[in-house]
C-alpha cells in the first residue's frame, strides 16, 4: 500500500509538471470546496499567533504606520489578529469560498480591515504594502508557479519593505509522501533561488506553524525579508 501510494504521487507530480495550468485550477477547485465546508478544520487552523508574528510587533519590523498584506489568509484569523493589535490589515486569498468566510467572521470589525480575492499565481498587481505575511501558502503552490508567486509578492511590496515567510519542511512523517519535502538546508537554498532577485533574506531560523491544540505543529522555516529598493 505504502509503495501504491508513493507511486500514484509521482504520477500525479508528472502530471502537474506537463500540465501546470490544469494543476493550478485544479488545487485552486479543491480549495474552493474545502473552504465552502462549514465542518473543514485543518490542523493549522488556530487563533493562536505565531511568535514570529508576536516578535515581528514588538520589535517594530511590521511597521504600525504602513499596510499588512496576508497573503494567502484562509479563514482570516492571522489578519483578524493582527487587526486587533492595530494594524491596517487587507487579507487575500485565490478561494472565493475562504474570502466569503472571512467577511462574514469580520462583521462588524474595524473598515481597515479588508478581505478580497487575488490569485497570485496569475499576472496581476496589488496596491504595495509595508508589510507582507504568508503563513502556510508558498508551500503548497507547485513549484511551476513558484517564480511568478515571488514576482507577484514583490510587486505587492513598498521598496524597503518586509515579508515574513513561514514555510513547511515537511519533514514529518505526517507528509511522507508529500512531493515539496525538504531539508532545512535545502528549503534556505530554495527560496533565495525564488525570492532572491527581489528581496534580501535577512534572518533564516528554524520554526514550527501552529497548530490546533490535538494537533502537532509543522517543521518549519522561518523567512525575514526586505523589499530591495531598486527593484522596477
Known amino acids: 500500500m505504502k509503495f501504491l501510494r508513493k507511486l500514484v504521487s509521482r504520477f500525479q507530480g508528472m502530471l502537474e509538471q506537463m ?16 473552504w465552502a465546508d462549514p465542518n473543514y478544520s485543518p490542523f493549522w487552523k488556530t487563533e493562536r499567533p505565531q511568535k514570529e508574528f508576536v516578535e515581528a510587533i514588538e520589535s517594530g519590523w511590521f511597521d504600525k504606520n504602513q499596510r499588512v498584506l496576508d497573503v494567502g489568509c484562509g479563514n482570516g484569523e492571522v489578519s483578524r489578529w493582527l487587526s486587533s493589535q492595530g494594524y491596517k490589515v487587507t487579507g487575500i486569498d ?41 503563513r502556510g501558502c508558498f508551500h ?10 515571488a514576482q507577484n509578492v514583490a510587486r505587492a511590496a513598498a521598496p524597503g519593505g518586509h515579508f515574513l515567510l513561514l514555510s513547511g519542511t515537511f519533514q514529518d512523517a505526517r507528509f511522507a509522501n508529500y512531493r515539496g519535502a525538504r531539508t532545512e538546508a535545502e528549503l534556505h537554498d530554495h527560496v533565495k533561488s525564488i525570492f532572491g532577485k527581489y528581496f534580501s533574506v535577512d534572518r533564516a531560523e528554524t520554526a514550527v506553524i501552529n497548530a490546533s491544540e490535538d494537533q502537532e505543529a509543522m517543521p518549519a522555516v522561518a523567512f525575514w525579508m526586505t523589499r530591495n529598493a531598486d527593484l522596477a
Do not use: M, T
Open 19 to 34: 500540465f501546470p495550468n490544469w494543476a493550478h485550477q485544479r488545487h485552486r477547485h479543491k480549495w474552493e470546496r474545502q
Open 94 to 134: 485565490y478561494s472565493a469560498a475562504a474570502i466569503e468566510n472571512c467577511r462574514r467572521l469580520a462583521a462588524g470589525a474595524d473598515a481597515s480591515l479588508k478581505f478580497d480575492v487575488a490569485d497570485l499565481c496569475s499576472d496581476l498587481r496589488l496596491d504595495p504594502a509595508g508589510s507582507l505575511l504568508d
Open 140 to 149: 503548497r503552490i507547485a513549484d511551476n508557479f513558484r517564480s511568478l508567486y
